[in-house]
């Protein structure tokens, strides 16, 4: 049986992800900002908590794990900079989650510790801040190397993997794709899906490793009309894949 996940909005864009398994009645919670929205949605759905998955330090992801540790004593799984955390992960640790095994992904860039947790069985991958549909985070501490190193890490998994990120970002970001990829008829038709899915107030998440790798600017630096754009836009006459790739991302923190 495979996990059942559920969105838990929170602050103004946030997903806190929750993983239900059936079989075992066990539950995990990824990247709790809040407590309040996760011990409302427990409650309504009448599970218990059984561990916390964390990607990343920053307090839109971690705010909540004091006060949920007030209620259950459960393990919090993350790296050194999380205070909180019982079990230090690190690159290609296997975790077994109630029977649910998920590889432990450092992809640095973000945060230059930052993790990804990633179930070949269950298809599902929590990619925190780094990856979002049609686009990326922020370079708070990592370098654009590093990121697109992490990014052509992540762009390895099946296709088929569904995407669960740490923001709805989807909206915003494929409107800033399609100055970076025009001609891209798969992103816009894309596009006008999430539109949609926003304007009635429904996530646009997950996503899919396979459909990044069509729409996705920051994944597709290779592309040669992506490099024609950011040429134009840097003034530039040649861009390898990785500055490129760099010019994508100072695009966006304009945009």
Same mark, same amino acid.
């Given at each position: 049986? /495979? #996990?059942?996940?559920?969105?838990?909005? @929170? #602050? $103004? =864009?946030?997903?806190?992800?929750l993983m239900h398994s059936k079989d075992t009645n066990s539950t995990y919670i990824v990247d709790p900002g809040d407590a309040e929205p996760v011990i409302e949605m427990l409650d309504l759905l009448k599970f218990s908590l059984d561990g916390i998955l964390i990607t990343h330090h920053h307090p839109d992801h971690t705010g909540g794990i004091d006060e949920l540790l007030k209620r259950y004593s459960i393990p919090v799984f993350g790296t050194q900079r999380i205070e909180q955390a019982t079990n230090i992960v690190r690159d290609k640790d296997i975790l077994s989650l109630s029977g649910h095994e998920f590889e432990v992904i450092s992809i640095p860039g973000h945060t230059r510790d930052h993790l990804a947790y990633y179930s070949a069985k269950d298809s599902i991958l929590f990619s925190g801040d780094t990856l979002f549909s049609g686009g990326c985070g922020r370079l708070f501490e990592g370098t654009p190397q590093q990121m697109h190193a992490s990014l052509s890490k992540l762009s390895t998994l099946p296709p088929s993997t569904k995407i669960y990120c740490g923001h709805e970002y989807t909206e915003n970001n494929t409107g800033f794709a399609l100055n970076v990829d025009p001609k891209n008829e798969s992103l816009k038709k894309y596009a006008e899906k999430v539109r949609?899915? *926003?304007?009635?107030?429904?996530?646009s998440l997950p996503s899919t490793i396979g459909l990044e790798l069509e729409i996705n600017p #920051?994944? *597709? @630096? =290779?592309? $040669? =009309?992506?490099?024609? @754009?950011?040429?134009?836009?840097? /003034?530039?006459?040649h861009l390898n894949v990785s500055q490129t790739f760099a010019a994508i991302r100072k695009w966006k923190d304009t945009y």
């Open positions: 049986m /495979k #996990f059942i996940i559920h969105a838990i909005p @929170a #602050f $103004k =864009d946030n997903y806190i992800w949609i899915l *926003r304007m009635q107030n429904k996530p #920051f994944l *597709r @630096a =290779d592309n $040669k =009309d992506i490099q024609e @754009a950011v040429k134009s836009f840097t /003034k530039k006459s």
